[in-house]
């Protein structure tokens, strides 16, 4: 017989372990548990960055699922259920897929955060923190002793993350101390120039980052705001399988952004 778990113990379990009422966030965001299911158990985890209308609708079999995304369901406070949100609830529950969301509190884990996790797929050593948000450490930071040619660093992105990384080549052709805060980092350059970085991994910021980076002397690379955010899902999701015995798979709905 397959494992399965209760709901309300699982998601107990994720906001202890994400410390999720303690960690700030973005205003209006919602994390934790957002849609029950009716059954009120789980048989397997989906995990996905963006709880879209095309991950919901790709969960198929109607088994009991609980849906692990990075960006959920609950952003602009109490609206209307009509419209497109109306459409992601109504199959989450005739599919029986309960939602739970981690936003900032899945990025700056130190275990299976999406900063530490990219980190550590691009063999950075000696991580460290680095910047903060709300009072709290945001980025991390790491070494390349030996130095990795930044359009290596480049093509290393590409090849984890399956992106396409664009590099500002402001600082030098050597990358040795590199920082990592994944999704919409560009306003934190000057914090990780601040911090003695040479090169900033990131996924997206607005046009004027750019000279940013030319004028501050510092290489920074734009992965990719979806293609930077896989990592955290993917490690909680394969974290829940270890602690609960569920299976989990990752549904994968790119947005080249």
Same mark, same amino acid.
């Given at each position: 017989?397959?494992?399965?778990? =209760?709901?309300? +113990?699982?998601? &107990?379990?994720?906001d202890?372990?994400? #410390?999720?009422r +303690?960690?700030?966030?973005?205003?209006?965001?919602?994390?934790?548990?957002?849609?029950?299911?009716?059954?009120?158990?789980?048989? #397997?985890?989906?995990?996905?960055?963006?709880?879209?209308? =095309?991950?919901?609708?790709?969960?198929?079999?109607?088994?009991?699922?609980?849906?692990?995304?990075?960006?959920g369901?609950?952003?602009?406070?109490?609206?209307?259920?009509?419209?497109?949100?109306?459409?992601?609830?109504?199959?989450?529950?005739?599919?029986?897929?309960?939602?739970? =969301?981690?936003?900032?509190?899945?990025?700056?884990?130190?275990?299976?955060?999406?900063?530490?996790?990219?980190?550590?797929?691009?063999?950075?050593?000696?991580?460290?923190?680095?910047?903060?948000?709300?009072?709290?450490?945001?980025?991390?930071?790491?070494?390349?002793?030996?130095?990795?040619?930044?359009?290596?660093?480049?093509?290393?992105?590409?090849?984890?993350?399956?992106?396409? &990384?664009?590099?500002?080549?402001?600082?030098?052709?050597i990358?040795?101390?590199v920082?990592?805060?994944?999704?919409?980092?560009?306003?934190?350059?000057?914090?990780?120039?601040?911090?003695?970085?040479?090169?900033?991994?990131?996924?997206?910021?607005?046009?004027?980052?750019?000279?940013?980076?030319?004028?501050?002397?510092i290489?920074v690379?734009?992965?990719?705001?979806?293609?930077?955010?896989?990592?955290?899902?993917?490690?909680?999701?394969?974290?829940?399988?270890?602690?609960?015995?569920?299976?989990? +798979?990752?549904?994968?709905?790119?947005?080249?952004?």
């Amino acid at each position: 017989m397959s494992a399965s778990a =209760a709901l309300l +113990e699982v998601a &107990a379990y994720l906001d202890q372990y994400l #410390r999720i009422r +303690e960690v700030p966030d973005e205003a209006g965001a919602v994390n934790g548990l957002q849609v029950e299911n009716h059954s009120g158990r789980l048989v #397997r985890v989906v995990a996905a960055v963006d709880a879209s209308h =095309a991950t919901i609708e790709g969960i198929v079999g109607g088994e009991p699922t609980l849906l692990v995304v990075h960006h959920g369901l609950l952003w602009d406070g109490n609206v209307a259920v009509t419209g497109r949100r109306y459409r992601r609830l109504a199959m989450l529950l005739q599919r029986d897929i309960a939602v739970y =969301a981690a936003h900032i509190p899945l990025d700056i884990h130190p275990d299976v955060g999406n900063n530490v996790g990219l980190a550590r797929l691009l063999g950075l050593t000696n991580l460290s923190s680095f910047d903060s948000y709300k009072g709290i450490p945001l980025g991390v930071r790491g070494d390349y002793p030996e130095g990795l040619a930044r359009e290596r660093l480049v093509d290393r992105l590409n090849q984890c993350l399956n992106t396409g &990384a664009r590099l500002m080549p402001g600082g030098p052709a050597i990358s040795r101390s590199v920082g990592v805060i994944t999704g919409a980092g560009g306003s934190r350059i000057a914090a990780a120039r601040e911090a003695g970085l040479d090169t900033f991994i990131t996924g997206e910021g607005a046009h004027h980052t750019f000279f940013d980076a030319m004028e501050l002397g510092i290489n920074v690379i734009y992965a990719g705001h979806y293609a930077t955010e896989q990592v955290g899902v993917k490690a909680l999701a394969a974290h829940l399988t270890d602690r609960f015995g569920l299976p989990w +798979e990752f549904h994968d709905h790119p947005t080249g952004l």
